[in-house]
């Protein structure tokens, strides 16, 4: 799990034994005893079914394969042979007894633990110690590598990082190393940063560019939410979620698919891949590298100006609270005593649950409400306030709730909860039971909590710093982000009403410029887009019609149809529209609603009209490809256009049309 220096890594020696085609590594006893304990929780060992024929609790032969290779740090002919001989001395077996290790889609069970020196005795692999290369296990200093020993396996669960397959131990070993010694304290920060989530990020490594001397603390996963359990993950579920609706719904393309199989477990793990590779980028290695001090661990406050991680005492002349937030959890009587999922938990599921259920009918509720109905489960959304997606436009909600009940997701929208408890089920062992008010009952193998989120202020010693904040609400700031310390800032969503990871980016921006610099930036001046990845996508910047209305009476409202929009009918997906909001009068966007396959795309020239004042005659006169769904865009131009055409402007022009007669 440990990426270590260069001058940490050590190339075991190699020496033909068993063969020409097989070379062996000289392993200690306690090496080897570490990889067979690793690799029982670095594969995902899970019921699987293959040509409608089902396997208990087995693991896949070259997904064994990969991560002997990678925590042995050997190639990948050798790791097959240390694993056929693991397979030869009873560690495990083919499912059906019928092959010995494959590296390929083969199926393997553990048997029951077994001491390793008993299964190998005094087999060349485990050469006596006076034989042994004298420098570091074979494992250390490579990746994914530590032994998980009961103090470790705490920390694992505690992190909430599930399965320790080969790519969430790279993710572990980027973003919460287990072995990472914390730096020693430099005498004065110009900047430490509680928090390594998007805002925190950006403020540590920003403010290191320009030459700044920058600590960053985090207690649990580098690059927060969005990373791990939260853009990331989602929008590879989606995608895949995507993959399946279009084959399921292909023969409008004059493609029959009768048979479409689902494997959840390879989608999950196709997430955990990514992630893992995308982690690089907020890893705890790439940050040490751009000069800022990483310590991993709880900061607290103990005065004014300095904080605590570990017992090392860190003094600064700025500080920055970015410890983001976390799902709420909503006062239904039973919920504390089953275990519901969040989005912190969601990612770590292998088995795709047959009935889910969703609290919640947020971005989060719906997203994954939409992607776990494509993979198949009988999926539920509950909320309470009767539609979707909170404050969104009517016909924007309107959209989105048709294609969900086309969809076959079943929709409580005016919830009135009387109590959730967990019995003992007939398919699943344990199972959760959601009572209503009015009686109604339903039954899930499993929930998704994603009702709301509340600001991480616990434990932080704000009160000492002198940090007025709010439970419910985050840390209090003003326009400029300080807060009530004026040597310390926030940013993220600890303490902004938008709480998105491109908000928390530009917050972070406006912490460095006016921390570092004297700046006087305000979070006021922003102008935020932002997207709901549902199919079709909700994309919105600016007023909503019903608050323009509010703030400037009368308003203009340009709406073009996607099913108007050739690429949109060639592509098969005509649902949706792009609104845009005007003053009575006026060309001057001041809000827009777009609801189409790639709205979270198409959002942006809009916002970039608004923050750059290019108005509706404008766009009608900028060329747009075609055929492109942004084509929707320039006809709200000329929809404009069209209403200067007044009955006296009509006179005037076939006037002169007649003199040209």
Not at 41 to 53: C, Q, S
Not at 268 to 286: F, G, K, N, P, T
Not at 508 to 518: D, E, G, H, K, Y
Request: glycine share 8%; hydrophobic share 40%; proline share 3%.
């Amino acid at each position: 799990m440990k990426r270590g220096d260069d001058s940490q890594t050590h190339q075991p020696s190699r020496k033909c034994i068993l063969g020409s085609e097989m070379t062996q590594t000289t392993l200690k006893k306690d090496a080897l005893a570490d990889l067979i304990s690793q690799l029982r929780f670095g594969v995902d060992v899970r019921d699987r079914t293959y040509h409608l024929k089902a396997y208990k609790q087995v693991f896949v032969g070259s997904d064994a394969v990969d991560f002997i290779e990678v925590t042995a740090g050997v190639g990948r002919a050798e790791a097959l042979n240390l694993g056929k001989e693991m397979f030869k001395q009873g560690v495990f077996e083919h499912a059906t007894g019928d092959h010995d290790l494959k590296d390929a889609y083969y199926f393997y069970r553990f048997k029951d633990d077994v001491a390793v020196h008993t299964l190998f005795g005094d087999h060349p692999y485990l050469q006596g110690e006076e034989n042994v290369v004298s420098s570091p296990s074979p494992f250390t200093g490579h990746d994914y590598n530590e032994k998980y020993s009961d103090t470790l396996m705490e920390t694992l669960d505690w992190l909430e990082v599930s399965p320790l397959d080969v790519h969430n131990n790279k993710l572990l070993s980027n973003v919460h190393p287990t072995q990472y010694k914390n730096p020693s304290p430099q005498p004065n920060y110009n900047m430490v940063v509680i928090g390594a989530g998007a805002a925190g990020l950006v403020t540590a490594i920003a403010s290191a560019g320009v030459g700044a001397k920058v600590a960053i603390i985090e207690k649990h996963l580098m690059g927060g939410d969005c990373l791990n359990v939260g853009c990331v993950p989602s929008k590879a579920l989606i995608r895949a979620a995507r993959a399946i609706y279009e084959v399921k719904n292909s023969e409008q393309f004059g493609i029959t698919c009768s048979d479409v199989k689902v494997d959840f477990g390879k989608i999950m793990e196709r997430m955990r891949r990514l992630r893992a590779q995308i982690s690089d980028v907020d890893s705890v290695q790439r940050f040490s590298k751009a000069g800022v001090d990483v310590y991993i661990g709880e900061g607290k406050f103990t005065s004014k100006n300095t904080v605590e991680v570990n017992g090392q005492t860190l003094k600064f002349s700025k500080a920055c609270v970015a410890t983001g937030g976390r799902a709420g959890v909503p006062a239904i009587p039973g919920i504390q005593d089953i275990k519901f999922l969040t989005n912190a938990t969601l990612f770590n599921l292998t088995e795709l649950p047959k009935r889910f259920g969703v609290i919640g009918t947020g971005a989060i509720g719906c997203e994954m409400a939409q992607s776990f109905r494509r993979f198949g489960s009988e999926v539920s959304l509950f909320g309470r306030s009767g539609h979707l997606l909170g404050a969104e436009e009517q016909d924007a909600i309107d959209a989105i709730t048709n294609q969900f009940e086309k969809e076959g997701i079943k929709l409580y929208l005016s919830s009135d909860y009387e109590r959730i408890e967990k019995r003992e089920g007939a398919e699943k062992e344990t199972e959760i039971v959601l009572h209503m008010k009015n009686g109604d009952k339903f039954v899930f193998d499993e929930l998704l909590v994603a009702a709301g989120r509340v600001p991480n202020v616990e434990n932080l010693n704000l009160d000492v710093a002198g940090v007025d904040f709010d439970k419910k609400t985050g840390v209090v700031v003003n326009d400029y982000l300080q807060t009530t310390n004026s040597n310390i800032y926030a940013a993220g969503d600890i303490c902004f009403k938008y709480k998105f990871t491109h908000v928390a980016d530009f917050l972070a921006r406006i912490v460095v410029r006016n921390a570092l610099f004297f700046g006087k930036s305000k979070a006021s001046d922003l102008l935020i887009p932002w997207a709901i990845y549902t199919e079709p996508e909700v994309a919105h910047v600016g007023l909503y019609e019903k608050d323009a209305i509010a703030k400037h009476g009368s308003v203009d409202v340009y709406k073009q149809k996607m099913d108007e929009v050739d690429r949109a009918i060639l592509e098969g997906e005509t649902e949706g529209f792009v609104k845009v909001v005007t003053k009575k009068g006026s060309a001057d966007v001041i809000g827009a609603t777009v609801v189409a396959g790639h709205a979270g795309d198409m959002i942006s020239e809009l916002t970039v009209a608004m923050a750059g004042g290019v108005n509706l005659q404008a766009l009608s006169t900028i060329i747009h490809p075609y055929p492109t769904q942004a084509e929707a865009i320039r006809k709200i131009g000329d929809q404009y256009n069209r209403t200067r055409l007044t009955p006296v402007a009509k006179k005037l022009l076939n006037g002169l049309l007649a003199i040209q007669r």
